[in-house]
């Protein structure tokens, strides 16, 4: 099955859960990465270089690669190996400071008054990654892709009415994501489209913000919440897209009966479908 067969298969599984659908799919793929890279990816010789230049990964894979070891294997064998690797690299940066302006200019570091010291600037800028993370790198492409396959999914000249049914009943893109997609809009039609479907589902999101914050009010707060108890905190996730524990391995909730396995994410999040070895553009269903 190629990879936008995939992704079709997979962003239509996530518009059964409440969160937008890429940011689930980009979950999912983020996940799915982690696992190949604890293990195998960190071990390419361009992504160990760039590893060195970026001072490892982001604060935000960094949390998923944790996440995903300790569940995954059990222990923090990879993690540990890599990150003993860059601490030596780090400690020999630190050291190599000219010990000329060494004594004296670590005291000054800690000074409150007075001009900053070009030692402890130079330091601080070859502390500085010089490069981007690579989980970032390799993410952020396959995030343009399916934004580019979405588009064409939904595109009324040449994706599936199916599709944008699916897509009609789910979650508002989020924000960064609807950019995402406009951007890589193909036609006007498509265009035309996509603002349609996202601002309908925003008006619904108002509307039901409103009631939320009307039930508030003394006068009504006797009337029971519907749907629109968390209306606040999909309208937050519309803005933003997930929120960092939601995407680090926390599962959507399931908004519409879906007959699911285990593996798939209406059983509740990325799926767990092994594949180590494979990156997100290489996957394989499970
Ligand atoms: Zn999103
Ligand atoms: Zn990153």
Known sequence: MTTMALLYLDLKDAFQTEWCCLCYEMARATLKYMRYFVREGKADGQVWAGLLRSRGLCHRHALVMLRAEVSEYGDGLSTGTLYDWLLDDLLRTIQKEDPGAGQAAWRNIFRRD?????????????????GPC???VHLDEYEASAAWGFQRFVSPSRGEAEFRDGFEAAAPLCLPHFRAVLREAEDGGTLDYLVQAQARKLHDLSRELKEYLRKHNYQYSHEPMGREKDSWRRTLRAFVGQMPDEATGLRGRVVRGRAGDGASPAGGGPPRDGGEGHGPAERERP
């Open 114 to 130: 007075g001009e900053p010291i070009p030692a402890a600037q130079r330091l601080a800028e070859r502390l500085t990654p010089s």
């Open 134 to 136: 690579q989980a970032c």
